[in-house]
């Protein structure tokens, strides 16, 4: 019996290795899928063309003007899927954010400079885009209707209005500063890349240097015992909304500075494709796991395939079954990072 329960201890220790690699492997999986894409893609960019693909500058830069929207939209909903909430209302909120936008540095060029007509739509657009967050902080921590319920009914009601706004139509924009602001480069490199990049480390260091960001570890990982500890949860929760709304007016500015136009349906198909980088990014949709840095590498993910699979002439629906195998992988490879963790 003595020698049975010796070999168990000593297998133990192996058990337990193994179990902490798989761990480590898994919480690193979003920069596996994107090295084994960029190793695919460089492949076959070699042996068919005859030229690379991973570092050619030209194909960097479109894959981190790919990557810009949805990632600003994923920044956002990575606070409040940490917290154990959704939020499906960014993409109109972009859109409202992008309409308001174009419409306000219109009038304010009417009668101001370029700079500062810009400046005008850009505090207007993000202005707007904290109305819907508000609500739905409100509806979700005051009158406790689910997260689900809450931004799919605001998810409509931005659209609406932003539709009413555009007149069913996209609203161009005359501002030759605001051009600058979504074409512009600053030493070769594109402005929007250059903001999105500062915007990222502001986030990183919120979420994870911050007592803003262990509340929000917090509440996701057990919200009553967030209470008991002192967190005023429903006050964090309306900041998580609003949060992630700023985030999607961020997006709808620089999608109206970028194609000098805004569009209601700006952010529209960038919803999914922005929760699903802050899955593969590593974030647990039970709340209390996440990184900033982990949902940057699921943008990258989509952006390499959604570039990837134009720049080798597949048809572009296949990005949306590419897309779709690589978040069902990613959240079965979440669900037995659980149960080695031990969480049920």
């Not at 207007?124 to 819907?132: C, D, K, Q, R």
């Not at 799919?152 to 609406?160: E, K, S, Y």
């Not at 647990?284 to 990837?308: E, H, K, N, P, R």
């Amino acid at each position: 019996m003595s020698a049975q329960t010796s070999t168990e201890s000593r297998a133990d220790p192996a058990k337990s290795r193994s179990r902490q690699l798989i761990l480590r492997i898994a919480a690193m999986r979003a920069w596996l899928f994107l090295a084994i894409l960029l190793i695919f893609f460089e492949t076959w960019s070699r042996i068919s063309y005859g030229q690379t693909f991973l570092f050619s500058s030209y194909n960097a830069q479109s894959i981190a003007i790919f990557a810009v929207a949805p990632l600003l939209l994923a920044l956002g909903s990575t606070f409040v899927i940490i917290s154990g909430g959704i939020d499906l209302s960014i993409g109109f909120i972009m859109g409202l954010a992008a309409v308001i936008a174009a419409h306000a540095t219109n009038l304010a060029g009417q009668s101001l400079p370029p700079f500062a007509a810009m400046l005008v739509g850009i505090t207007a657009g993000l202005v707007v885009a904290l109305g819907p967050g508000l609500v739905n902080g409100v509806l979700i921590s005051k009158l406790k209707v689910p997260p689900f319920i809450g931004t799919l009914g605001m998810f409509g009601v931005a659209r609406g209005v932003a539709f009413l706004l555009a007149g069913g139509t996209t609203v161009p924009v005359s501002n030759s500063w605001f051009a600058s602001l979504g074409n512009g480069r600053v030493l070769g490199f594109p402005v929007v890349v250059i903001i999105t990049i500062l915007f990222v480390l502001l986030m990183h260091y919120l979420l994870s240097q911050t007592r803003f960001g262990q509340h929000t570890y917090a509440i996701g990982a057990n919200e009553q015992a967030a209470i008991r500890s002192g967190i005023n949860v429903p006050r964090h929760i309306r900041k998580l909304y609003l949060l992630s709304a700023f985030c999607a007016g961020i997006g709808g500015v620089l999608y109206a500075a970028r194609f000098t136009a805004g569009a209601a349906q700006a952010g529209e198909p960038l919803l999914l494709d922005s929760i699903a980088a802050v899955v593969i990014g590593g974030a647990s949709l039970f709340g209390g796991s996440g990184t900033i840095l982990g949902t940057v590498a699921g943008a990258l993910v989509i952006a390499v395939i959604q570039y990837g699979l134009v720049f080798i002439n597949v048809e572009p629906f296949w990005q949306f079954v590419a897309v779709g195998v690589v978040i069902i992988i990613s959240v079965l490879v979440d669900q037995t990072q659980r149960k080695l963790g031990g969480d049920r």
